[in-house]
């Protein structure tokens, strides 16, 4: 079981940057693919993110390629997401995602894995 915390929602400007980090607990986050979506009023739930527990090798969604960037600290049991360049469009609620299965469908088809967040607020002013 694990249980996810995520941090850094706010209201920014267009063109600004903010950064997300999102807390596992248990002792086998290093093992997880970890990911994040987004979901913004009247829109389906959109993979943002995620990055592999074995290589950090990263998979971005195409809207916040070159934009945003997912990184991860096993020591801190923490997964970041940098966005930089924000605009009005990228306004959602941020969820942070674990993945534990072998298929790892998170990492390999951007599909959500088994454990979510909470969510954060993220709001981007033109």
């Known amino acids: 079981q694990v249980q996810l915390v995520e941090y850094g929602g706010g209201l920014v400007q267009a063109g600004g940057s903010l950064r997300l980090s999102c807390v596992a607990s248990?002792?086998?986050?290093?093992?997880?693919?970890m990911g994040w979506f987004r979901q913004a009023p009247g829109k389906e739930r959109e993979f943002v993110a995620a990055i592999s527990w074995s290589t950090d090798n990263t998979q971005y969604g195409d809207s916040v390629t070159g934009r945003f960037t997912i990184s991860r600290d096993n020591a801190k049991s923490t997964v970041y997401l940098q966005m930089n360049s924000l605009k009005p469009e990228d306004t959602a609620i941020y969820y942070c995602n674990a993945d534990s299965s072998w298929t790892r469908t998170l990492y390999v088809s951007g599909r959500a894995g088994d454990y979510w967040g909470q969510g954060t607020q993220v709001t981007v002013s033109s």
């Open positions: 248990g002792s086998a986050f290093s093992r997880y693919d």
